[in-house]
Nanobody, 124 residues
Framework: QVQLVESGGGLVQAGDSLRLSCAASVRTFARYTMGWFRQAPGKEREFVAAITSSTRNTNYADSVKGRFTISRDNAKNTVYLQMNSLKPEDTAVYYC?????????????????WGQGTQVTVSS
């Protein structure tokens, strides 16, 4: 079983930065591909970014490319999402997700493990 706990959300102004963290309680963290998704009010949960386990390949949604960076520290069982140049449209609950395997995917249904989410609000 994998437990994921997100932190780092908050209220910021447009143009500011935030770094989200997701701590995983699992001994084999290095085997998991990790992803970040977000869900805005009234909208479906959407893919933001993912990073593979060993190869550290990354993938980003077009809407965040060049502004967000996903990274991981396997020694700390933690994945990060550095968010720069935040926009009001980035406002959402951000979720961390884990998928066993070393492949990139943006498919929500392929991630069996999810955190509870952390709120990010960007004011204009």
């Amino acid at each position: 079983q994998v437990q994921l706990v997100e932190s780092g959300g908050g209220l910021v102004q447009a143009g500011d930065s935030l770094r989200l963290s997701c701590a995983a309680s699992v001994r084999t963290f290095a085997r998991y591909t990790m992803g970040w998704f977000r869900q805005a009010p009234g909208k479906e949960r959407e893919f933001v970014a993912a990073i593979t386990s060993s190869t550290r390949n990354t993938n980003y949604a077009d809407s965040v490319k060049g502004r967000f960076t996903i990274s991981r520290d396997n020694a700390k069982n933690t994945v990060y999402l550095q968010m720069n140049s935040l926009k009001p449209e980035d406002t959402a609950v951000y979720y961390c997700a884990a998928n066993v395997g070393d492949y990139i995917t943006d498919a929500r249904h392929l991630y069996p493990y999810w955190g509870q989410g952390t709120q990010v609000t960007v004011s204009s």
